[in-house]
């Protein structure tokens, strides 16, 4: 805000005032989750085609298709969540390559571009030659697509929960967990216990990975800082949070990794349907408490 004006030189002297409230809302949560997805299954696709080529090309156009849909509804919300949406045009014209949100918009319009070009070589083209290289290039933009929201989270100023390491490890892990459960939805009938089981054994290792992380901050998390025991005191105990944070941590870890070792006893794919269905909903959720409970600790 303006404190004081100094008329003979113009010069605007500001107080920097921290905002309150929750800046980044669930506009945001469903931003990541899209995101994930989007990216998700096109690293699924790409190891599809390494190890069941014949199955996984039935799939190529309905990946790309799911892809662009959900990478959609990352760009939608993103631009619903900016405060001056109609600006947007600035990013390109009038780039800062040291803001996050630059490179990434840049990244994702690449990614976006590259993706209807997978769509025109599987569909009207029909050529899975050139599919394939161009997914390959594709496979490769997506990694730090996926990332770039990490780069933004560790940029905010006084939010010591949101480290890059951890942060770009979740992200990616968000990736292969959405990404094989909505592959595993997807795939139906086109592709064979083996190749699901495969989607299967990405989902529980990324489950567990993903839950030893999120794990490892809940309990020596306070350590590192005061601020972040201050922020996790909203998921321990009779936090605002607890219960939305142990839902997802059992929706999209605990029990998809259970029922992934079921599945596999029992050679069910329903079980692993379920598991996916899980997976898929509880990550919104993990993703919705990490991100609000950092803004809910006063800056002053």
Same mark, same amino acid.
């Given at each position: 805000?303006?404190?004081?004006?100094?008329?003979?030189?113009?010069?605007?002297?500001?107080?920097?005032?921290?905002?309150?409230?929750?800046?980044? /809302?669930?506009?945001?949560?469903?931003?990541?989750?899209?995101?994930?997805?989007? !990216?998700?299954?096109?690293?699924?696709?790409?190891?599809?085609? +390494?190890?069941?080529?014949?199955?996984?090309?039935?799939?190529?156009?309905? !990946?790309?298709?799911?892809?662009?849909?959900?990478?959609?509804?990352?760009? *939608?919300?993103?631009?619903?969540? *900016?405060?001056? /949406?109609?600006? %947007?045009?600035?990013?390109?014209?009038?780039?800062? =390559?040291? @803001?996050?949100?630059?490179?990434? $918009?840049?990244?994702?319009?690449?990614?976006?571009? *590259?993706?209807?070009?997978? $769509?025109?070589?599987?569909?009207?083209?029909?050529?899975?030659?050139?599919?394939?290289?161009?997914?390959?290039?594709? !496979?490769?933009?997506?990694?730090?697509?996926?990332?770039?929201?990490?780069? =933004?989270?560790?940029?905010?100023?006084?939010?010591?929960?949101?480290?890059?390491?951890?942060?770009?490890?979740?992200?990616?892990?968000?990736?292969?967990?959405? &990404?094989?459960?909505? %592959?595993?939805?997807?795939? &139906?009938?086109?592709?064979?216990?083996?190749?699901?089981?495969?989607?299967?054994?990405?989902?529980?290792?990324?489950?567990?990975?993903?839950?030893?992380?999120?794990?490892?901050?809940?309990?020596?998390? /306070?350590?590192?800082?005061?601020?972040?025991?201050?922020?996790?005191?909203?998921? +321990?105990?009779?936090?605002?949070?607890?219960?939305?944070?142990?839902?997802?941590?059992? &929706?999209?870890?605990?029990?998809? %990794?259970?029922?992934?070792?079921?599945?596999?006893? @029992?050679?069910?794919?329903?079980?692993?349907? =379920?598991?996916? *269905? =899980?997976?898929?909903?509880?990550?919104?959720?993990?993703?919705?408490?990490?991100?609000?409970?950092?803004?809910?600790?006063? %800056?002053?």
């Amino acid at each position: 805000m303006v404190h004081e004006t100094l008329a003979a030189t113009n010069a605007v002297v500001t107080l920097d005032v921290a905002l309150p409230g929750i800046v980044w /809302p669930w506009l945001v949560t469903v931003n990541m989750w899209a995101k994930s997805i989007g !990216t998700g299954v096109i690293f699924m696709l790409f190891l599809l085609l +390494k190890k069941y080529p014949d199955q996984a090309g039935k799939l190529r156009f309905q !990946t790309i298709v799911v892809s662009i849909i959900f990478i959609h509804i990352f760009l *939608l919300f993103t631009l619903a969540d *900016l405060h001056q /949406p109609f600006r %947007m045009w600035h990013i390109f014209f009038y780039p800062h =390559l040291t @803001s996050a949100i630059t490179v990434g $918009a840049w990244m994702a319009t690449a990614f976006v571009g *590259l993706l209807f070009l997978l $769509a025109f070589l599987s569909s009207i083209k029909k050529d899975n030659a050139a599919f394939d290289k161009t997914l390959t290039w594709v !496979t490769i933009l997506a990694i730090p697509v996926t990332l770039y929201t990490a780069g =933004l989270m560790s940029q905010c100023t006084a939010r010591e929960l949101w480290q890059m390491p951890t942060e770009s490890a979740q992200m990616i892990l968000a990736a292969l967990l959405s &990404g094989s459960a909505t %592959m595993i939805l997807l795939g &139906g009938s086109k592709l064979d216990y083996e190749a699901k089981k495969t989607l299967g054994a990405v989902l529980g290792l990324s489950a567990m990975m993903s839950f030893i992380l999120y794990m490892s901050e809940y309990i020596f998390g /306070p350590m590192k800082a005061e601020e972040v025991a201050a922020v996790l005191e909203y998921i +321990k105990g009779d936090g605002p949070y607890t219960v939305m944070f142990w839902l997802g941590q059992w &929706g999209a870890y605990i029990l998809p %990794m259970l029922l992934v070792i079921l599945s596999r006893v @029992s050679k069910s794919e329903n079980i692993l349907k =379920l598991a996916a *269905l =899980l997976a898929l909903a509880g990550l919104w959720l993990v993703k919705h408490v990490w991100l609000i409970i950092p803004q809910l600790l006063p %800056m002053s």
